[in-house]
């Protein structure tokens, strides 16, 4: 354990999933959930891994994490993300959503080296911002109330509020060339598509 990051690993598995059909932390690539994926990576990483959910139920089997309902429900990414740093054990957190099959530790330790007393250090691609594979600390937990509040749900939304350090694709680019890091899949197609590059 001593060689884990004092950080938590955050899994956001909130949503509806209702252009897959079924609920997409199950879906299994390779044979293996994709959550259960993401909690095998974050046990090699993180000190320990929470899942935020509108259903404790349907997570009740998963070991390795702690599971959480939304504690403000139906809010989106940025209330699972309020959610999970409120009940971090951690000052900083680090982010995911559940329907990212191709999490890349290195990439995600080099995140983790770049800080430097941020409140949130966020990697951009050339498709943009990727707030959902970044981390936050717990000083963020005010501004998300505020902008929940106001009737804001996109996580970029507190990002003016905050000290943001921006991680340009060029630094990063050479660990995951094809960006694979970032893909999530919401559809029957995306699956067949992400299966078929796997294979």
């Given at each position: ?21 079924k ?18 990576l ?46 971090s ?67 970029i ?30 559809t ?12």
């Amino acid at each position: 354990m001593e060689n884990l990051f004092k950080i938590s690993g955050i899994i956001l598995s909130g949503g509806k999933s209702l252009r897959m059909g079924k609920n997409k932390a199950f879906i299994e690539i390779d044979g293996i959930s994709m959550i259960d994926r993401t909690i095998n990576l974050f046990k090699k990483i993180f000190n320990e891994i929470l899942v935020i959910t509108n259903d404790k139920e349907q997570f009740l089997h998963i070991n390795h994490a702690k599971i959480y309902n939304d504690l403000i429900p139906f809010k989106g990414a940025l209330g699972g993300l309020y959610t999970g740093l409120f009940y971090s054990s951690y000052e900083y957190s680090f982010c995911v959503a559940c329907d990212m099959p191709f999490l890349n530790e290195s990439l995600i330790k080099y995140l983790i080296s770049r800080l430097n007393g941020e409140d949130i250090i966020v990697p951009k691609t050339k498709e943009g911002l990727e707030p959902l594979h970044a981390l936050y600390s717990k000083r963020c937990l005010s501004p998300i109330k505020e902008m929940i509040d106001s009737g804001k749900s996109r996580i970029i939304d507190i990002y003016p509020l905050l000290n943001v350090k921006v991680i340009e694709e060029n630094e990063f680019i050479a660990m995951d060339p094809e960006r694979k890091s970032f893909l999530n899949i919401n559809t029957p197609e995306e699956l067949d598509r992400i299966k078929r590059m796997n294979s």
